[in-house]
Protein backbone atom coordinates (compact mmCIF):
# COMPACT_ATOMS: atom_id res chain seq x y z
CA UNK A 1 0.00 0.00 0.00
CA UNK A 2 1.18 3.39 -0.77
CA UNK A 3 2.15 6.01 2.42
CA UNK A 4 0.98 9.28 2.19
CA UNK A 5 2.97 11.98 3.74
CA UNK A 6 1.00 15.26 4.65
CA UNK A 7 1.91 18.52 6.68
CA UNK A 8 0.24 17.81 9.60
CA UNK A 9 -1.39 21.63 10.07
CA UNK A 10 -1.83 24.56 7.76
CA UNK A 11 -3.16 27.89 8.81
CA UNK A 12 -4.75 30.08 5.62
CA UNK A 13 -6.97 33.40 6.07
CA UNK A 14 -10.62 33.64 4.33
CA UNK A 15 -10.77 34.33 0.96
CA UNK A 16 -7.12 33.02 0.25
CA UNK A 17 -5.97 30.28 -1.71
CA UNK A 18 -5.19 26.81 -0.05
CA UNK A 19 -2.76 24.19 -1.16
CA UNK A 20 -2.27 20.94 0.30
CA UNK A 21 0.47 18.80 -0.76
CA UNK A 22 0.36 15.10 0.04
CA UNK A 23 3.36 13.00 -0.92
CA UNK A 24 3.09 9.53 -2.36
CA UNK A 25 6.40 8.18 -3.48
CA UNK A 26 5.51 4.99 -3.91
CA UNK A 27 2.36 5.15 -5.93
CA UNK A 28 2.03 2.11 -8.21
CA UNK A 29 0.39 2.83 -11.43
CA UNK A 30 -3.09 1.77 -11.47
CA UNK A 31 -3.19 3.58 -7.99
CA UNK A 32 -6.20 6.78 -7.52
CA UNK A 33 -5.42 9.43 -5.01
CA UNK A 34 -8.72 10.47 -3.18
CA UNK A 35 -9.29 13.59 -0.55
CA UNK A 36 -11.80 13.59 1.98
CA UNK A 37 -12.86 16.70 4.61
CA UNK A 38 -13.45 15.95 8.09
CA UNK A 39 -15.06 18.31 10.90
CA UNK A 40 -15.09 17.15 14.17
CA UNK A 41 -17.44 15.03 15.21
CA UNK A 42 -18.53 14.50 12.10
CA UNK A 43 -18.00 11.58 9.10
CA UNK A 44 -15.26 12.60 6.53
CA UNK A 45 -16.79 14.03 3.29
CA UNK A 46 -15.45 12.62 -0.04
CA UNK A 47 -13.62 15.83 -2.08
CA UNK A 48 -12.13 14.48 -5.31
CA UNK A 49 -10.58 12.11 -6.73
CA UNK A 50 -8.07 11.84 -9.72
CA UNK A 51 -5.60 9.77 -11.63
CA UNK A 52 -3.34 12.32 -13.17
CA UNK A 53 -3.12 15.76 -14.48
CA UNK A 54 -5.91 17.75 -13.00
CA UNK A 55 -9.57 17.22 -12.06
CA UNK A 56 -11.64 20.16 -10.96
CA UNK A 57 -14.83 20.07 -9.24
CA UNK A 58 -16.88 22.81 -7.48
CA UNK A 59 -15.54 22.08 -4.40
CA UNK A 60 -11.89 22.04 -5.18
CA UNK A 61 -8.95 20.74 -7.94
CA UNK A 62 -6.65 18.56 -7.40
CA UNK A 63 -3.27 18.72 -9.05
CA UNK A 64 -1.16 15.23 -10.39
CA UNK A 65 2.30 16.00 -11.83
CA UNK A 66 3.39 13.69 -14.35
CA UNK A 67 5.26 11.54 -12.00
CA UNK A 68 2.16 10.91 -9.50
CA UNK A 69 5.07 10.77 -6.58
CA UNK A 70 2.77 13.96 -4.70
CA UNK A 71 -0.50 15.50 -5.08
CA UNK A 72 -1.89 19.01 -4.59
CA UNK A 73 -5.71 19.45 -2.86
CA UNK A 74 -6.72 23.26 -3.83
CA UNK A 75 -9.21 24.89 -2.52
CA UNK A 76 -10.03 28.81 -3.68
CA UNK A 77 -11.14 31.46 -1.86
CA UNK A 78 -11.18 29.21 1.53
CA UNK A 79 -14.03 30.59 4.03
CA UNK A 80 -13.89 29.62 7.85
CA UNK A 81 -16.11 27.41 7.39
CA UNK A 82 -13.90 25.47 5.30
CA UNK A 83 -11.69 24.81 9.08
CA UNK A 84 -11.70 20.69 9.08
CA UNK A 85 -8.84 18.14 8.81
CA UNK A 86 -8.19 17.00 4.80
CA UNK A 87 -7.00 13.42 4.45
CA UNK A 88 -5.39 11.94 1.65
CA UNK A 89 -5.39 8.53 0.57
CA UNK A 90 -3.70 6.42 -2.32
CA UNK A 91 -4.76 3.21 -3.32
CA UNK A 92 -5.64 0.78 -6.16
CA UNK A 93 -9.21 -0.26 -8.07
CA UNK A 94 -10.26 -3.05 -6.09
CA UNK A 95 -7.68 -3.08 -3.45
CA UNK A 96 -8.13 -1.53 0.53
CA UNK A 97 -5.65 0.90 -0.60
CA UNK A 98 -8.35 3.87 -0.21
CA UNK A 99 -9.62 3.06 3.07
CA UNK A 100 -6.57 3.50 4.74
CA UNK A 101 -6.75 6.97 6.22
CA UNK A 102 -3.36 8.78 6.69
CA UNK A 103 -2.23 11.77 9.31
CA UNK A 104 -4.00 14.17 7.85
CA UNK A 105 -4.12 18.04 7.45
CA UNK A 106 -5.12 20.53 9.97
CA UNK A 107 -6.18 23.38 8.08
CA UNK A 108 -7.76 26.33 10.35
CA UNK A 109 -9.12 28.91 8.65
CA UNK A 110 -8.92 32.95 10.80
CA UNK A 111 -10.87 35.62 9.68
CA UNK B 1 -32.39 9.64 0.08
CA UNK B 2 -28.44 10.22 -0.06
CA UNK B 3 -27.06 9.78 3.26
CA UNK B 4 -25.79 7.40 5.53
CA UNK B 5 -27.98 6.56 9.21
CA UNK B 6 -25.94 6.01 12.31
CA UNK B 7 -27.90 4.79 15.81
CA UNK B 8 -27.33 5.84 18.99
CA UNK B 9 -25.50 8.88 18.62
CA UNK B 10 -24.04 8.74 21.85
CA UNK B 11 -23.89 5.40 23.97
CA UNK B 12 -22.48 4.58 27.44
CA UNK B 13 -21.03 1.09 28.44
CA UNK B 14 -20.17 -0.61 31.15
CA UNK B 15 -17.44 -3.58 30.70
CA UNK B 16 -20.22 -6.07 31.18
CA UNK B 17 -22.75 -5.02 28.34
CA UNK B 18 -23.86 -6.07 25.27
CA UNK B 19 -24.95 -3.38 23.27
CA UNK B 20 -25.31 -3.05 19.25
CA UNK B 21 -24.77 -0.28 16.88
CA UNK B 22 -26.98 0.68 13.92
CA UNK B 23 -26.38 1.63 10.40
CA UNK B 24 -27.99 2.40 7.44
CA UNK B 25 -28.57 3.46 4.17
CA UNK B 26 -31.10 3.43 1.33
CA UNK B 27 -28.40 4.78 -1.59
CA UNK B 28 -28.38 1.04 -3.22
CA UNK B 29 -24.76 0.92 -2.38
CA UNK B 30 -23.52 -3.06 -2.10
CA UNK B 31 -19.91 -2.42 0.16
CA UNK B 32 -20.33 -1.03 3.70
CA UNK B 33 -17.57 -0.51 6.44
CA UNK B 34 -17.14 0.53 10.22
CA UNK B 35 -14.67 2.28 10.87
CA UNK B 36 -12.93 3.25 14.73
CA UNK B 37 -11.73 6.93 15.40
CA UNK B 38 -9.92 7.85 18.31
CA UNK B 39 -9.41 12.07 19.15
CA UNK B 40 -7.05 13.47 17.09
CA UNK B 41 -6.22 10.53 15.44
CA UNK B 42 -7.47 9.17 11.65
CA UNK B 43 -10.44 6.69 10.95
CA UNK B 44 -8.85 3.06 11.27
CA UNK B 45 -10.60 0.47 9.18
CA UNK B 46 -12.39 -2.08 11.04
CA UNK B 47 -14.71 -4.38 8.70
CA UNK B 48 -16.12 -4.15 5.16
CA UNK B 49 -19.42 -5.85 3.26
CA UNK B 50 -19.09 -6.62 0.00
CA UNK B 51 -22.19 -7.70 -1.11
CA UNK B 52 -23.63 -8.38 2.07
CA UNK B 53 -20.43 -10.67 3.04
CA UNK B 54 -17.69 -9.92 5.52
CA UNK B 55 -14.94 -9.34 2.66
CA UNK B 56 -12.15 -7.58 5.09
CA UNK B 57 -11.10 -8.02 8.93
CA UNK B 58 -8.61 -5.68 10.14
CA UNK B 59 -7.48 -8.20 13.02
CA UNK B 60 -10.42 -6.62 14.76
CA UNK B 61 -10.89 -8.51 18.54
CA UNK B 62 -13.98 -10.40 18.53
CA UNK B 63 -15.20 -8.34 21.34
CA UNK B 64 -16.99 -6.98 18.15
CA UNK B 65 -18.91 -8.63 15.93
CA UNK B 66 -20.15 -6.90 12.97
CA UNK B 67 -23.34 -8.22 10.94
CA UNK B 68 -25.08 -7.41 7.82
CA UNK B 69 -28.73 -8.31 7.17
CA UNK B 70 -29.66 -6.72 4.07
CA UNK B 71 -27.98 -4.94 1.51
CA UNK B 72 -29.15 -1.51 3.74
CA UNK B 73 -28.43 -2.47 6.86
CA UNK B 74 -25.15 -2.89 9.10
CA UNK B 75 -24.33 -3.88 12.67
CA UNK B 76 -21.66 -3.75 15.06
CA UNK B 77 -22.26 -6.01 18.15
CA UNK B 78 -20.13 -5.30 21.05
CA UNK B 79 -19.34 -7.07 24.13
CA UNK B 80 -17.23 -6.87 26.71
CA UNK B 81 -15.33 -3.60 25.91
CA UNK B 82 -12.27 -2.38 27.65
CA UNK B 83 -12.48 1.16 28.35
CA UNK B 84 -9.81 1.52 25.33
CA UNK B 85 -12.00 0.99 23.06
CA UNK B 86 -14.18 4.42 23.60
CA UNK B 87 -14.31 5.91 20.44
CA UNK B 88 -16.27 7.66 17.25
CA UNK B 89 -17.43 4.51 15.80
CA UNK B 90 -18.28 5.44 11.69
CA UNK B 91 -20.16 3.80 9.05
CA UNK B 92 -19.42 4.05 5.56
CA UNK B 93 -20.99 3.29 2.62
CA UNK B 94 -19.99 2.98 -1.22
CA UNK B 95 -21.98 2.10 -4.64
CA UNK B 96 -19.77 -0.51 -5.83
CA UNK B 97 -19.34 -3.78 -4.19
CA UNK B 98 -16.47 -4.90 -6.32
CA UNK B 99 -14.02 -2.13 -5.90
CA UNK B 100 -14.77 -1.10 -2.20
CA UNK B 101 -11.38 0.63 -2.17
CA UNK B 102 -12.17 2.50 -5.38
CA UNK B 103 -15.03 3.93 -4.88
CA UNK B 104 -16.21 7.18 -2.98
CA UNK B 105 -17.19 6.67 0.23
CA UNK B 106 -20.24 8.21 2.03
CA UNK B 107 -19.92 8.46 5.71
CA UNK B 108 -22.41 8.78 8.63
CA UNK B 109 -22.01 10.94 11.42
CA UNK B 110 -21.20 8.36 13.47
CA UNK B 111 -21.67 6.76 17.21
CA UNK B 112 -19.64 7.84 20.16
CA UNK B 113 -18.80 5.08 22.52
CA UNK B 114 -17.92 5.62 26.10
CA UNK B 115 -16.74 2.28 27.58
CA UNK B 116 -17.07 2.86 31.60
Known amino acids: LAKTTQPISMDSYEGQEVNITCSHNNIATNDYITWYQQFPSQGPRFIIQGYKTKVTNEVASLFIPADRKSSTLSLPRVSLSDTAVYYC????????????FGKGTKLSVKP | DTEVTQTPKHLVMGMTNKKSLKCEQH?????MYWYKQKAKKPPELMFVYSYEKLSINESVPSRFSPECPNSSLLNLHLHALQPEDSALYLC???????????????FGPGTRLTVL
Open chain 1, 89 to 100: LVGTRGSQGNLI
Open chain 2, 92 to 106: ASSPSGTDPGYNEQF
Open chain 2, 27 to 31: MGHRA
